[in-house]
Each structure stands twice: as C-alpha cells, then as structure tokens.
C-alpha cells in the first residue's frame, strides 16, 4: 500500500521570493524586525542585482575618473603625467570589489539570524499559497524581490549583430573604439562618460528622453559640462537602422528637426531601461494587474504594493533599479508588518545621476510649467563654493523649491557632492525642518555642503522683519 506523502507546510510572517542581494537584505532586515521569515532561493541569479551591478560599476567609473584626472592636470599644475589604460586590469578590479562584498549576505549568516531559505522553483497555488518542491508555503505577506533583464528595443538590424546591455559589458576587458550608448536613463550616462574617459568615442541616442524626471535645468548643466569632456549627445534622436559591415557597423538616424548624418561605430550597448521576469508569476492565480503600456510590468503603487494587498514587488520586480531606493522601499513595508506604521510618511527618495559632476534630486521640482502660487525658487552656484572650486570643480549649481513658510518642496544639485548635498536635504524635509533651519547647518565653509547654508542664508534675507521684532528695536532705541 502506498501512503501519499505529506506535504510541509509553512506559515511564516514573510516569504521573499528572490535570493540576490536585495532580497537576502530584505531576509535580513525582516529577522532584525522579529518576522518569521522565508526565503526563496530559485537556483539560478536573479537578472541586474542592482547592488553587484551598482558596485562594479563604480569601480570603473572610479578608474576613469582617475583617468580624467591625469588628461586634465594641467590645470592643477600637474602637466607631466603619462596615461596608459590597462583595461583588463582595470575590469578585473572592479569584479574583485564586487565580489568581496559576499560574505555580508553569506548562507550562513541568514542560518545564524534564523531565516529559513527554500530552494526551487515556486509555483503558485492560489492568491495566498505558493508551492515549492514538497513545500507548501502560505505566508501573511509575500514580497517579490526577482529581477529585472535589460530591455532589447525591436530595430531593423539589430539581431544580426553582437551587443552590450549594462550587465554583459561588465565583463568587457578591451578597449571600444566607438562606442554608441542606446538609451537616456543614469545608467546610459553613466556608461557613457566611463568609456569617454578610458579612451573610447562615445555617442549617446537616448532614443526617448533623456533623463526623464529629472530637474531640466540641472540637467542641462550636466549635459554641458559631458560634452566638454567630448561625449556627443544627440538629444531627441532615435536609432532606425543598424547596418552590419565586414568591419564596424553603420546606423541610421531618425531625428523629429534635423536630418542627422549615419554613423560608423565599432561597437552597442543597449542601455534602454529593463523588463521585470513576471513570466513565473501565475497572475491571474495570485490575482496581480500588469500595469498598461510596454514593456510589460505590475501595477504598484509608490510604496511597491500590488493590486493585491498581500503581495509587494521591490528592485527588478518593483521597477526600481536603485538598489538603495529598493531596498528603503522594503523596510519600509516590513516596518508596517512588524507593527511599525509608516503610512504617513511622505515618500523622500533621492535620484541620483552618479556621473562626473553627478546629479541629484529630491522631492517635487515642476518649475517648468510655472511655480504655484507662493512658491520661490533659491539658487546658488558652486562657483561660490571653496571646496568645489579648490577641486577645479566650481561648475555646477543647487537649487530650492519652497513655499511662502520655507517649507522645502524639492531640491536639485549638479556638482561635487550633489549625492550626499541632496541625501542630507532629503533628512531635512523628513524632518519637517525648513530653508531657515539650513543657515545653522554645521558644516565648515570649505565643505561643498556649505551651498546648503548659502540657500538657508538666502531665505532669512528675503524674510520680512516680524512686526514685534520691529517693535522691539524701536523700544531700544528710546532707551538710555
């Protein structure tokens, strides 16, 4: 006689689906919190870990700044110095700094904090229940943390050549010729300026918009200053043909003003955004939306909620390719499961551009269409700024959006320091502290966050005198 075997079933606080790098951190933070946790390990990586990706990128874009530096020394006296790229070397390093980062999100430390992984390929049950192997799993709140593959745009001629996307150029060990950078988001320009600066020809097509959401003016500034450095933008155009030769490739251009001459490149990458892999998800089972419009993707709301309310997506899933935003979103969720209320917090994200000058932003910066009534602007130049300017970086410049009070709305930077300038502004406006509460922020004038206390100083001297402050300076000038 046979006897059915029965299978385990589980019944934690959370069960992440997702085992890279965010959603062991998510594992790790739900534990911190006290929540039963699950993680689900699929065999294979989940596709742009934004943290590994992030990280290895920033070491080339740390050698290519180290490049730039060395071409442009003559302008801190530095004139006699040789530049000779060893690219291996130079990918290599980046992979090994990447990789050390493992043990922090090692197997053994999820065991030792008493998360349970479980490892397979999940299949849906039903809207609360999810099956993997031989193990049932029906958790109170289930948060997808797979990833996202880059997105390949449909163009005529594409599929008879090879290409990058940011995560094979990774790997990439040779010097590119030209390289042509299809795509308009941080991540292409960032791309961009690291090979302009290791000896490439570089042209970017955004091929939609450049840098969409972010402040224009600041990115205009940006624009600038990456064109003198002899990267070549062709804003508003588009690819329309890629045509392989014997040797390099030829692309046509399609541009709504200007009839654009064809290029000879020698080689692509494609740096247009990416995909979510919702493919494994039984949608209509788990009962989730698909957000309309292509590529396809799930419906969410700011805080990375589903259209059901026991499912959440965050990085690749949650259409979120900033591993720290990611991340922030998802502690933020866990925060509420764990008893923590959150939602009435206002959601202040910093967006960064981690190119040279980099670009940040915070809260809402709609100045193009007009300022709301009683709403100002507050500019200042780091051309004003000792640190930018001893570091021959004095281009660049940081803004406010305030309202008649000092309340501040949203704020944007490009320049040295414009990352950490506008993570500092974010805690500020978390804080619920205003544009005056900058004047006495602590920081040296030799600090580039001293362009935050030159904008506080600028609010205190539009603000009118109080009428009893008035008073009070006339009663002693009647005195003795």
């Given amino acids: 006689m046979l006897l059915a ?5 589980l ?13 062991i951190n998510l594992a790790i933070a739900a534990r911190q919190r006290g929540l039963d946790t699950v993680l689900i390990d699929r065999g294979t990586p989940e596709a742009g870990d934004p943290r590994q990706g992030s990280l290895q990128r920033a070491a080339l874009r740390a050698s290519a700044g180290r490049a730039e530096a060395i071409r442009s020394g003559a302008r801190l006296g530095l004139d006699n110095a040789t530049l000779k790229l060893n690219y291996k070397t130079i990918a290599e390093h980046a992979a090994t700094l990447a990789r050390a980062t493992s043990p922090n999100s090692s197997a053994e430390r999820l065991v030792a904090l008493g ?127 890629f045509l392989p030769r014997s040797q390099g490739v030829g692309v046509t ?42 590529p396809p993707r799930l419906l969410l709301d700011d805080w990375g909620r589903t259209s059901h309310a026991g499912i959440s997506a965050f990085g690749g899933a949650g259409n979120e390719e900033n591993h ?7 502690e933020r969720l866990l925060d509420r499961l764990a008893g923590r209320p959150t939602s009435g917090r206002e959601v202040l994200l910093p967006r960064e551009v981690q190119t040279t000058p980099a670009l940040a932003q915070v809260g809402a910066l709609d100045t193009i269409d007009g300022l709301k009534h009683g709403q100002t602007v507050l500019r200042t130049n780091l051309a004003e700024n000792d640190a930018a300017r001893a570091q021959g970086m ?41 544009a005056a509460d900058l004047a006495s922020l602590p920081v040296t004038g030799t600090s580039v966050l001293a362009v935050l206390k030159d904008l506080g100083r600028q609010f205190a001297d539009q603000r009118p005198v109080a009428r009893w402050q008035k008073r009070r300076a006339a009663m002693r000038r009647l005195l003795p």
Wanted: with cysteine; aromatic share 4%; charged share 20%.
């Fill in 5 to 9: 075997v029965m299978a385990e079933i």
């Fill in 11 to 23: 019944k934690p606080d959370v069960c992440i689906v997702g085992a890279d790098d965010l959603g």
């Fill in 115 to 241: 998360v349970a992984v479980v490892k397979g390929a999940p299949e849906w049950v039903d809207r609360r229940s999810m099956r993997v192997g031989e193990t049932m799993l029906r958790p109170g709140h289930i948060i997808l943390a797979t990833g996202a593959a880059p997105f390949v745009p449909e163009l005529p001629g594409l599929a008879e050549l090879p290409f990058f996307t940011p995560d094979t150029i990774l790997a990439n060990v040779r010097k590119l010729s030209h390289l042509l950078v299809v795509g308009g988001d941080a991540v292409a320009l960032e791309w961009a300026q690291i090979y302009r600066r290791l000896g490439s020809d570089v042209t970017l097509v955004p091929h939609g918009a450049l840098l969409p959401g972010h402040d224009e003016e600041t990115v205009s500034i940006l624009l600038r200053q990456l064109r003198e450095e002899g990267l070549v933008v062709l804003e508003g155009a588009r690819v329309a043909a």
């Fill in 253 to 294: 251009l399609a541009h709504p003003t200007d009839d654009l001459p064809p290029l000879d490149i020698s080689h692509v990458l494609l740096a247009a955004g990416r995909v979510p892999e919702l493919d494994w998800i039984a949608l209509e089972k788990a009962k989730l939306k698909r957000a309309a419009g292509e």
């Fill in 324 to 330: 720290h935003a990611a991340l922030w979103l998802g």
């Fill in 394 to 434: 004095g281009q660049g410049c940081a803004k406010l959006v305030i309202d008649r009070r000092g309340k501040i709305l949203g704020a944007a930077m490009v320049g040295e320091g414009a990352g950490e300038a506008i993570a500092s502004l974010a805690l500020v406006m978390t804080k619920g502290l205003n």
